[in-house]
């Protein structure tokens, strides 16, 4: 088989990969997309064509010893003898095996170790497989350029994402801004479906002998699939949407978020069901444009936030938004009342304090006021002395929110806006805590009314 043949097997993705004459090329990419695949289809037939010697370098052995097979398959479809043994190296006083594949023509490829000393004294075109998951990829990286690039062979640096502060992303930020001369790939699951890879994968399931044609349904029903069993919305960014992870820089971990969810947890699904005899905490969040304002009320049983009532709206007027406060707060066990002030909530606020006198405070959503918001909110996560319900949309809203430091060193809260919202059941649920906290009297411990389930 030639190799325009062996291309025909490739999505158009995996052709621009092989095709690439770029000095250096770096591949933000989806998982188990078949990029390590199709590299060793290009490590294959540049030994072929007489490149030199290339060698790998994977984040484990097992990884590198798939890549050898990877290798040998493409070198039998190509009917090319290749011998592969295993040969050992000493470094750093320890001794080293790698996997080499010799090719009749001399050339060899070498799957080797992740230890940069290990492209020292060496020369030949390099490949770093899931660089962002090396131990330390700035010291790989280094070793590794002069190993390629000195002599004018070629750097390929590929992975998937492992979380915002790696050495892999800080390459691929430096790319996109034109910092690092770097030919750039960036290919999402949903990149890869639309390139036929569900197709594909029919193909070697079925063991068909062609690639069947595109059949845009199933394409969905197969992501769907793949996405409804991934465990959160942050996980299937890394994993499949080319996103690092940004749990490390969340205020709150999915664990801590995880730790106060309560299965089948009671909540009432409006203000006439909220019949408890306790005292109520609420807060509002007001939504500006397409993000929605949320009603959060707790009641404080102890020292704990029970989760009462949870009241979303979306496209909802101000007029509708008010009488839903105004009869909350007709519920005399409803204690106070917090209530984003920024913007468009200053004239709801006024209205309702007006109303409501001290039972109603307007807060106005400036950085110091989201920080002593925010920062108490996390204790209460950290002590579990919250109960939520365990649903989906809730623990991606609270998982939202970033602290950052400014250049000024002034420390901000804040989430980017998506198609879910702004973080607005955070802020909600902070107001709502808030309430308890602020209010001026000092509260008995009525009794608990557990939930189902807990």
Same mark, same amino acid.
């Given at each position: ?6 291309? #025909? ?53 097992? %990884? ?38 010799? !090719? ?11 230890? /940069? ?7 030949? *075109? ?42 892999? #992303? ?47 349904? %199933? ?7 793949? $996405? ?15 996103? /690092? ?21 009671? +909540? ?15 807060? !509002?969040?007001?939504? $500006? ?18 989760? $009462? ?21 007709? #519920?005399? %066990? ?20 007006? $109303? ?11 950085? /110091? +006021?989201?920080?002593?918001? %925010? ?5 209460? !996560? ?43 059941? !955070? ?8 309430? *308890? ?13 557990? /939930?189902?389930?807990?």
């Amino acid at each position: 088989m030639v190799s325009s043949d062996l291309t #025909n097997l490739l999505c158009p993705f995996q052709k621009r990969w092989l095709n690439d004459e770029s000095p250096l090329a770096i591949g933000e990419k989806s998982r188990r997309i078949g990029w390590t695949w199709t590299h060793a289809l290009k490590a294959v037939l540049d030994r072929i064509a007489g490149k030199g010697n290339y060698y790998h370098s994977s984040a484990d052995q097992t %990884a590198s010893v798939e890549f050898i097979d990877y290798c040998s398959q493409w070198a039998d479809m190509a009917n090319q003898v290749a011998a592969v043994k295993e040969e050992k190296e000493v470094i750093d006083d320890s001794e080293i095996s790698s996997l080499v594949m010799r !090719f009749a023509n001399g050339t060899k490829i070498v799957a080797g170790s992740s230890n /940069p000393k290990f492209f020292r004294s060496k020369g030949g *075109a390099v490949g770093l497989d899931e660089f962002a998951f090396h131990r330390d990829g700035r010291e790989l990286y280094k070793a590794a350029h002069a190993t390629a690039l000195f002599w004018g062979h070629q750097l390929r640096i590929w992975s998937t994402h492992n979380g915002p502060s790696s050495y892999f #992303n800080v390459m691929c930020r430096a790319a996109e801004a034109g910092e690092l001369k770097a030919s750039r790939h960036k290919v999402t699951i949903e990149d890869a479906v639309n390139d036929g890879i569900v197709e594909r994968i029919r193909m070697r399931r079925e063991k068909l002998d062609h690639v069947p044609p595109a059949d845009l349904d %199933a394409r969905q029903a197969w992501l769907d699939e793949l $996405r409804s069993t991934c465990p959160d919305q942050d996980t299937w960014n890394e994993e499949y949407l080319c996103v /690092p992870s940004a749990e490390a820089s969340s205020l709150l971990s999915y664990a801590l978020i995880g730790g106060c969810e309560v299965a089948n947890l009671q +909540v009432a699904s409006s203000t006439a069901d909220l019949t408890t005899t306790g005292r109520l905490y609420a807060g !509002f969040d007001v939504g $500006r444009k397409k993000d929605l304002s949320v009603l959060w009320v707790n009641e404080r049983v102890g020292d704990v936030h029970w989760t $009462r009532r949870i009241a979303e709206f979306a496209n909802v007027n101000f007029t509708a938004q008010e009488d839903a406060c105004v009869q909350l707060m007709n #519920n005399r %066990a409803v204690r106070r009342l917090c209530i984003d002030s920024t913007g468009l909530g200053m004239m709801l606020a006024e209205r309702l304090s007006m $109303r409501f006198g001290h039972r109603v405070e307007a807060v106005n959503f400036s950085a /110091p +006021v989201k920080a002593e918001l %925010a920062i108490p909110l996390l204790r209460l !996560f950290q002590d579990r002395q919250l109960r939520i319900p365990a649903r989906a949309e809730i623990r991606e809203d609270l998982h939202k929110i970033r602290k950052t430091v400014t250049a000024a060193g002034n420390v901000r809260f804040d989430a980017d806006r998506d198609e879910a919202g702004h973080a607005d059941r !955070f802020w909600a649920l902070a107001l709502a805590c808030h309430a *308890a906290d602020s209010a001026k009297e000092r509260l008995p411990a009525p009794v608990a009314r557990k /939930p189902i389930g807990w």
